[in-house]
T-cell receptor, first 110, second 122 residues
């Protein structure tokens, strides 16, 4: 059971905008910043969003992050077939004294 | 450019130990700590622990306390993950990663190793 809760699946059609959520508590998302990763099979995870809303160099602006209270969201606009992947949120947890990951959301591009 | 290169995959018997290496290059090694994350088949990402490459301080996930040791060798810019008393559910890809923030681990890793598959089976 992950400390951060993500829906197991999401889907969209090419060109569509999809959002996925990450729910936590006051000891993590409520007081710390959230990061988002894209994970393709056989590859290392890729950092998409850090500090709630910032994109590392090279990440398209189709990807955006937001946070409100104890929840965070990742939005992908202009959905493409190669966006099909697993997406994970992560944040520091003050109670566990370590970073924690969500269980991941599997995005399917229909 | 920052690179993290890990050692190759291994097959281990239950009860054995495994040591995975992560060699860093392209930046001042002792400035950033290294984190280890794993992913078991069909499971999500799991944070295992972090080591300061500056002074060797560690922070391990409670789940692995007593079974894991992370060490650093500043002469070769290499970090090691040692996992003991292996079980079948330790079968996973093991990744090393480097964060954005000097000296801390906030769960933000722009740089990753390629992953090392450790298979535990008799």
């Amino acid at each position: 059971q992950s400390v951060l809760t993500q829906p197991p699946s999401a889907s969209g059609t090419p060109g569509q905008r999809v959002t996925m959520s990450c729910s936590g508590s006051s000891s993590n998302i409520g007081s710390k910043t959230v990061n988002w990763y894209q994970h393709l099979p056989g590859a290392a995870p890729k950092l998409l969003i850090y500090s709630n809303t910032h994109r590392p160099s090279g990440v398209p602006d189709r990807f955006s992050g937001s946070k409100s209270g104890t929840s965070a969201s990742l939005a992908i606009s202009g959905l493409q077939s190669d966006d099909e992947a697993d997406y994970y949120c992560a944040a520091w947890d003050d109670s566990l004294n370590c970073p924690v990951f969500g269980g991941g959301t599997k995005l399917t591009v229909l | 450019q920052v690179q993290l290169v890990q050692s190759g995959g291994e097959v281990k018997n239950p009860g054995a130990s495994v040591k995975v290496s992560c060699k860093a290059s392209g930046y001042a090694f002792t400035t950033y700590g290294i984190t280890w994350v794993r992913q078991a088949p069909g499971q999500g990402l799991e944070w295992m622990g972090w080591i300061s490459t500056y002074n060797g301080n560690t922070n391990y996930a409670q789940k692995f306390q007593g079974r894991v040791t992370m060490t650093t060798d500043t002469s070769t810019n290499t970090v090691y993950l040692d996992l003991r008393s292996l079980r079948s559910d330790d079968t996973a890809f093991y990744y090393c990663a480097r964060g954005f923030t000097i000296g801390y681990d906030f769960g933000d890793y722009p740089y990753w190793g390629q992953g090392t598959l450790i298979t535990v089976a008799s």
